[in-house]
C-alpha cells in the first residue's frame, strides 16, 4: 500500500500500529520500512504520549470521576475481572474477556470516508 500510494503522488502515508505487534511494534515497522522501501524516511510518535497531553477539561474530570466512582462501587460488590466504560452516556460494567475475544468490525461507511479522503 505504501508503494501504491507513493506512485499515486502522495507525500506521506500514515502507519498505525498496536501495541505489542509482533513485528516490534511501531519501531520495528519503521525499521523494515527504511530497510525495503529506500526513498521514504518512516518517523514513528508513540501517540499514547500525545493523548495524554494538555489540562483535563471539565468533561475529561466528569468522565474520570464517573468511571472511578462506578469501578469502586463495583469492586464493593466483589465483582473483578470487569472494566467500566461509557455507553449511550451510561456507566457500563463488561468482562474484560469480552474486550480481548469478541471482535467489532468498523462500520461499513468509515471504511468508505477513508478510502476517499486517501486520493
Known sequence: MLRKNKARGKLFSVVIVAEGH???GATGIADKIQHELASMEPKVTVIGHLQRGG?????DRLLA???G?????????GREN???????????AYPFIDSITKEKKPRE???KMASILAI
Open 22 to 24: 509482533p513485528m516490534g
Open 82 to 92: 470487569i472494566a467500566v466504560g461509557i455507553v449511550n452516556d451510561e456507566v457500563t
Open 55 to 59: 489540562s483535563p477539561t471539565a468533561a
Open 65 to 67: 470521576s464517573r468511571l
Open 69 to 77: 466512582h462506578a469501578a469502586v462501587e463495583l469492586l464493593l460488590e
Open 109 to 111: 461507511e468509515l471504511i
